[in-house]
């Protein structure tokens, strides 16, 4: 009789020791599913930072070669305007020099004007006393 009752005991401790074991192995076919979701996630996120980063990387060196482009361009523009201005300042030396050059010469015209006007009236009255002494004699 005892016998029979520990068989039976027996027998529960085993189904219920099956039915643990069951249990835990489906805990742990769980937990690898879920890690294995989790890296299959994880590996998906890193592809797309890698494509994000591979993306960003090309816009920094396009970024980096249009801010080299622009460097060159400002040092070409600085270049060209220094020597505008430098041949604006001997522009407007030569005009100042020919500006007073033209004064000076309308200054020489006014004189030989007003000589010209002078030797002008003299030869009018060397005429009128000319004739004057040609009717007296």
Request: proline share 0%; no cysteine.
């Amino acid at each position: 009789k005892d016998r029979a009752r520990l068989e039976t005991e027996v027998s529960h401790l085993k189904k219920a020791l099956a039915s643990f074991e069951g249990r835990v192995a489906a805990v742990k076919e769980a937990g690898k599913k879920s890690l294995v979701e989790r890296q299959r996630s994880s590996h998906g996120q890193l592809d797309a930072l890698k494509v994000q980063h591979s993306e960003m990387s090309a816009k920094l060196r396009a970024a980096q070669a249009k801010h080299a482009r622009d460097r060159e361009e400002l040092r070409a523009t600085q270049k060209r305007v220094a020597h505008e201005k430098h041949v604006s300042a001997t522009k407007a030396r030569e005009l100042e020099s020919v500006s007073r050059r033209v004064l000076s010469l309308e200054g020489e015209l006014a004189r030989a004007r007003s000589t010209l006007s002078e030797m002008k009236t003299e030869l009018s009255l060397t005429r009128r006393d000319a004739q004057s002494a040609s009717r007296a004699a």
